[in-house]
Structure formats: structure tokens, C-alpha cells
């Protein structure tokens, strides 16, 4: 529908003014938001019938929102499911005092979105970035939710809106996160569940993923059931199959133990096909549970987290063992706490449950271990092995995703044991590495010092060189523009936001930067080999976002036209445009600002090249 189309455009039903409205604190959930807006929009335009030419751009998103909440008779078509979970439908609500909170939470958080790219857009957000957002005078909810509106705006357009988006949204479930974590850490131990343990970690470490322990757990409980389907079928008098009244199920006959393990082992690996992932071991997503669940396969800890949940659901109480190499159950088969490791059978969820002794344990990674690997962990110890294989994982690359994935799992680790001395000096030697937080590496290295005076050394060469960083951060006088018309710039042909495609490597990319010969140092030159091109560094060399994730200085006569346009599915593609039109990218205002002249010259060479195409 058109501007035109709606330039009379009236609410359908009764509408009255406020004096005459009953308390809408008393109006059901569904229609009470929608009377609610329905209220605001009248009371602030004073108009019986309205027109999109009367109301402010807000209210015409109000008006496109009401008109999807369907009507009396449909009051379930909500604009707003995500936030259902934080009403009661049986309580009373002041549902206009609710909106109002919505629609100014919405203005701040576009108001802090758009002046994101203009304040860092030549840096990482650094840490005091985010202090805006951290005293928010609003409900964080409402904040996220608007956050979560921008991401889904359509998907060519507002990218650089989406980009910052992300990254404040990201941050703002981060943090919450690691509050939710040091709770959990703070509860007695016999309160830490395992399952609700690997959530947090799942959602830290994928904090736009909507990822939660109700919806977990209710995928586990429906597993559990069919393994109480199965145990009905073999033993209908089964003790697991008892209702529980209100304590926690204990089966203490062993042969009932077994029969609850093999009824498992079927459902599990028979009927629903989980299997340890040997083919594609080193893949994060086999750490997170919520992907284990989805494609029934992982690695040995976070099986084994799955296996004894269900196990304990029906009254087996399996314990974790922190095994070196190939983490393990173990199942009591003597006195309950008994402390001799031969009074127990270990159990290999990552191979369908197999039931091992001490020896084949052994046989199992190959080499003999001492008697306390056999021992029991608590829940924090199986934290800190899943937060300890995500870091391992984070250090086998050096693409974008494994440092995210190693900043995330410090976070994690640190956020359990904030006083190790080697995971802190690896935080602040990964944020150097990246040139990111300089203030924060200075704050590390010196509670370190505190910590371990012996690392003197160490810390000492990263303070010095952390604050020559800051020395020439500060000599930063502005963004340098260059101008496509300066003689020095004769021998550029390409321009930002122009798709092209690697000679050489084939790979797709669009350029976001250009200088007029290889600005980089000799080390880099050599080692690229670059005096083995024809031209050499002396000639024109593009910053380019790849469609693999990478960023890549390419030399002019490497690249070419991609004659087949179409979007770079890179991370960083927000930071620098506003929209992809199809043919090129649109730069965002802070990358026009720097190259002014590109716009121009892309237009007329997507106009010249795709015409040519076309014909």
C-alpha cells in the first residue's frame, strides 16, 4: 500500500477518547496492547479520523503494527511474541504505560545505533562503548526488542544500522549472560545443574541465538519419555516409571539401573541415531548443546552431559569423570561413594554408551593414567572442560570466527576463575594482537603484576608497546579523504562498493578501501611474494571484504569485474555500507566521507558494465 493509497486511512472498530475508556489495566493480554496503542495514537493526535499526513514517523510504524495484530476476533496475531515471557495473562498490566516504555525504549536504541558508526567506526567498540547502554533508563527488554526489529528490517537495506545493532545486542546478552553464570556458580553445588551449566555456555558463546533452558530441557524430557516407552515395554513395574512425589527419583537395585542404561543406549543411539561426531571432531558446534540436540552428534563431554541428565531423570545417578583425552561417566557398582575406581563401570557416551572397565579405559586413549583421573568432578570443573576445549578450538585458526570464539571462552573461563595468571595474560595478549581495548590490556597486565610479580617481563613489554598504541591513537588527527581526481590517484581504475573477482584465487569481493601503491611494510611485501607481479607494490592495491570472512589486500591487476554481481556475505559488510542495490554496495556516510569522489565513478561503471551485460 502506497502513501497515496493511505493518505485517509482510518482504524477500523470504535475508537473513544480517554475519558471514556474503561481502566485498561484490566483488558486481556492481547487486546489490552493493542487498545493501548490504539489510545496513544489517539490521545497524541487528537484527530477522530487519522491520516498518515498527521502523524509522526513512530506513529505510522504504530499504524503499520496495529493494522498486523489482527482484529477482536484474531487477537492472537501479535507484533510482539518475544515478549510475551515477561507478562502474566492472568494479572492486571497498564498496558499504556507498557507502550509508552516500548516506543521510548525503541527511540533510545535508534538513537544509540545511529551514532555508533559515526563514533567508531575507525576502531573496535572499546570497552566504555557500551556505558550508554549499560545505565539504560529504560526496560532492557524493550531495548532488545527494538534491537531485534532492526536486525530484521528488510534484508538489502539499513546495513550498517544492523550491523551496530548486532554488535550492541551481542554485548547486551553477553552480559546478562555472565550474570545468569556467577549466579549459577554461587549456588550450592547440589543445585548446579550440568544441563542448565552447558546452556550458559551454549548462550554465551551464541548470544543472538535464541537459545533457552526451558526449551532444552523439554527436548530432553521428551527423549527421557521415550526411554520410559521403552522401559515400559521391557519391565511395566519398572521404579523409573513410578511418579515421582515431589524428591528426586532414586532407583537402587542395580539390575533396575542396568535396565533404565540399556533402555537409553536404545533410544539414544538405535532409534534416534546419536552418535559421537569422529568426522568432524573439531567443530565448536559439537560443544554446544543446543546443536547436539538438533544434530544428535558431539563430542565425548557434551554427550556425556546429555546422557547423565536423562540418566538422573530416572533415577540412575551417573557422575562425571574427567578422564584425560575422552571424558567419561561412571556408574557404581559396589557401596554408593565408594573410593576404590574398581567398584565402577565407565561409561563412553561418545561410542552408544559402552560400557568399559578400568583397563579398557586405559585401551580406550591408549596410555595408563593414575587413580585420581577416575575420580568424580563437580559442575564447575565440567564448565571449566567445555569452556577449555572451546579455547582450544579458538586457538587452531586466526580467521575472525576463532578469535570470537576465543575472546568468548576466555570471557567464560576468567568468569570462573578470575585469578588465573596464564588465561589473563593470553586475554590481554589476543586484545594486542587484535589492537582492540587498549585501556582494558593495560588493567589485565597490572593485576597480573599483582598477581605473579615473575611475569615482570612479559608485562612489561606489552604495557610498553599497549601504550605507544595509545600514544598514536591520540596523534589521530582525522579520517584522510582521498580524492579520485588528485594526480597521484591517476592509475586508480576501481571504486568503493564495486563487486569483483580475484584473478588468480577466484574468490568474490567488494572493495571497502584503496590506496594509490602497496602501503604495506617490506616484511609483508616479501612474504607475499608481491615483486613477483608484474607491476610489483608500485601500483594501485584494494582493501576488500571477501565472501569467506576475510579481508584481503589484492593488487589492482589481480581483480577484476565480477560480471555476475551479488551480496558478500562478510561480517564487516555493515561497518562500511548502507545497502546493497543488487549490482554494488552503497558506501554508509562515514566511508563516503573518506572516499567522496567513488560514488559517482561505481554508478556510471555498474551503468556501463551491466548494460553491456544485459545486451
Known sequence: MTSEDCSSLSIPGTIETTAKHPSISRIPFYLGLQEAALRYVMTSCSEEVLTLSSLTLSHTTLLVMLLTMGSRQDSRQMVWPSLLKYYSQTESVNWLKEYKARQSAGLEARRIVASFSKRFFSEHVPCDGYSDIEILGCPSHFFEDELVTILNMEGRKCLTWKYYAKKILYFLRQQNILNNLKAYLERPEDQQSFLEGAVLI?????????????????????????????????????????????????????????????????????????????????NSLNSYIHQVLIRRTGIPISLSVLYLTIARQLGVRLEPVNFPSHFLLRWCQGIEGSTDIFDYMYIDAFGKGKQLT????????????????????TSKEVLQRMVGNLLNLGKRETTDQSYQLLRDSLDLYLAMYPDNVQHLMLQARLYFHLGIWPEKVLDILQHVQELDPSQHGAVGYLVQHTLEHIERRKEEVGPE?????????????FSIGMIMKHKRYGYNCVIYG??????MGQEWIRNMNVHSLPHGPDQPFYNVLVEDGSCIYAAQEN?????????????????YFSEFTGTHYLANTELAIRFPEDLEFTCATVQKIYSTVKE
Request: net charge negative; glycine share 4%; with cysteine.
Open 202 to 282: 551454549d548462550q554465551y558463546c551464541n548470544p543472538l541465538s535464541d537459545i533457552y533452558l526451558t526449551s532444552v530441557r523439554a527436548q530432553v524430557d521428551d527423549i527421557t519419555d521415550k526411554v520410559r516407552k521403552v522401559l515400559r515395554t521391557k519391565n511395566p513395574r519398572h521404579p523409573s516409571l513410578a511418579p515421582k512425589a515431589g524428591g528426586i527419583l532414586r532407583v537402587p537395585e542395580l539390575e533396575f539401573q542396568r535396565q533404565v542404561l540399556d533402555a537409553m543406549n536404545c533410544v539414544l543411539y538405535e532409534q534416534l541415531k546419536y552418535k559421537g561426531n569422529e568426522m568432524d571432531y573439531y
Open 358 to 377: 578400568v583397563k579398557e579405559c586405559e585401551y580406550l586413549i591408549g596410555h595408563h593414567v593414575t587413580e585420581e583421573f577416575y575420580g568424580v568432578v
Open 514 to 519: 584503496w590506496d594509490p601503491t602497496c602501503m
Open 559 to 575: 581483480l577484476e569485474y565480477n560480471l555476475e554481481p551479488h551480496e558478500i556475505p562478510h561480517p564487516d559488510i555493515g561497518r
Open 481 to 493: 579523504v582521498k580524492h579520485r581526481t588528485d594526480e597521484k590517484h591517476k592509475d586508480i581504475c
